[in-house]
């Protein structure tokens, strides 16, 4: 089993940007999906985006465009750049993992079984 840890949150005004990481460590991490998702409070968790093994991506539809997700093998890590960012991006932020083959996992977070702590973003106007 991997161990996911995220970091990179934080408090920024609607406009600014954050990066997020999550380091991986504990099991083969070339071997899995890795997806990041949220939950706002009051509210349940949605998927943002994932990258598969082989660095094909997907993301949600309110992302799209201004979230970039992003992984480096050498470091087992994978970021999701947040540009633009609106307060309805406020939440706290989990990275997924969970071993992929052809397009499976998604976004749908009953896909993953492997989760970090989260890491919150607050975006204010």
């Known amino acids: 089993q991997m161990q996911l840890v995220e970091s990179g949150g934080g408090s920024v005004q609607a406009g600014g940007s954050l990066r997020l990481s999550c380091a991986a460590s504990g099991d083969t991490y070339s071997s899995y999906c890795l997806g990041w998702f949220r939950q706002p409070p009051g509210k349940e968790r949605g998927g943002v985006a994932r990258i598969h093994r082989d660095g094909r991506t997907m993301y949600a539809g309110s992302v799209k465009g201004r979230f970039t997700i992003s992984r480096d093998n050498a470091k087992n890590t994978v970021y999701l750049q947040m540009n633009s960012l609106k307060p309805e991006d406020t939440a706290m932020y989990y990275c997924?993992?969970?071993?992929?083959?052809?397009?499976?996992?998604?976004?749908?977070?009953?896909?993953?079984?492997?989760w970090g702590q989260g890491t919150q973003v607050t975006v204010s106007s």
């Open positions: 997924a993992a969970e071993i992929c083959f052809f397009g499976w996992p998604g976004l749908s977070s009953g896909e993953y079984k492997l």
